[in-house]
């Protein structure tokens, strides 16, 4: 897919995670046409960008080459990546960090963003069934993979027939009340932690659930955001002007021919 020739945004920072980049499910068209659209000062990749548990040579297509070289043209031309290792991508943690020249290979990151210190992490590591049953955790990716099979063919006749795109994935986790649970555990507990240590904000990635929220107990509140995914819900975090907000990937319209991020407004923290 050819760069389009369009007026780039220029958001101050952007953060995307759990790409899988190597598998089926990988949205690597739609990540490509939103690179190609903004020129961020900071791109942080907040783990699971390159699926090492599941990757597949047969998966990596021209779009997954051409997200790389837009990332190093991003830093060719001044900004700053930082490449956050996930479980999916823990292969990369036995290396020592790596920074080379505005690309940097790191477990964690701690940014100061005007006045506000951003504590940014995968999340794996308060996942139970990460950190006690590895295998239990693979089982259930192929058991993901297998859902994101069935959605490629249901969509393929859905898109032949006319109809909207559906989730199998998303609307099983979204009704299933131990999944529910799961997340919003995940969330409390690390956000309890970032709390603990006087963070006022809280970035994650790892269960696929972009959202922006405060979260709080008796010893004070944090702000807590979850930059999704590019399987399920294509959306990133951006904070741009003292605002987090979250994007949404939108397929083009016959009339627009182009393919945009649109913001969900709903879900967005000043930095006040």
Same mark, same amino acid.
């Given at each position: 897919m050819e760069e389009?020739?369009?007026r780039k945004r220029k958001p101050e920072?952007?953060?995307? !995670?759990?790409? $899988?980049?190597?598998? =089926?499910?990988c949205r690597a068209d739609e990540l490509l046409a939103y =690179?190609? !659209?903004? /020129?961020?000062k900071v791109l942080i990749m907040n783990g699971d960008i390159v699926d090492i548990w599941r990757f597949s040579r047969r998966y990596w297509d021209k779009a997954h080459n051409e997200i790389i070289r837009r990332i190093i043209k991003l830093m060719t031309k001044g900004t700053q990546v930082y490449y956050l290792t996930g479980n999916h991508d823990e292969l990369l943690r036995r290396f020592p960090e790596v920074h080379a020249g505005n690309? $940097? =290979?790191?477990? /964690?990151?701690? =940014?100061?963003? #005007?006045d506000k210190r951003a504590w940014i992490f995968h999340g794996d590591v308060f996942d139970v069934s990460i950190k006690h049953a590895k295998w239990l955790a693979k089982l259930g990716s192929i058991g993901y993979d297998f859902l994101i099979m069935l959605n490629f063919m249901s969509n393929f006749v859905c898109q032949k027939l006319g109809f909207p795109k559906m989730s199998f994935s /998303? *609307?099983? *986790?979204?009704?299933?009340k131990r999944a529910v649970k799961h997340i919003n555990d995940f969330e409390q507990v690390a956000a309890e932690l970032a709390i603990d240590r006087q963070y #006022?904000?809280?970035?994650?990635?790892?269960? $696929?659930?972009?959202i922006i929220k405060t979260i709080g107990n008796e010893k004070g509140e944090?702000?807590?955001?979850? !930059?999704?995914?590019?399987?399920e819900n294509m959306t990133a975090l951006e904070y741009e002007k003292g605002v987090w907000k979250i994007f949404q990937y939108e397929y083009p319209t016959i009339e627009s021919k182009a393919a945009t991020p649109t913001e969900i407004k709903q879900t967005q923290a000043t930095n006040s």
């Open positions: 389009q020739k369009v920072i952007v953060v995307i !995670s759990d790409v $899988h980049l190597g598998t =089926l499910g =690179l190609n !659209s903004i /020129k961020p690309f $940097h =290979l790191i477990n /964690k990151l701690v =940014l100061n963003i #005007d /998303k *609307k099983i *986790k979204n009704s299933v #006022d904000y809280l970035l994650c990635g790892h269960i $696929h659930q972009p944090v702000i807590y955001l979850n !930059s999704g995914d590019w399987v």
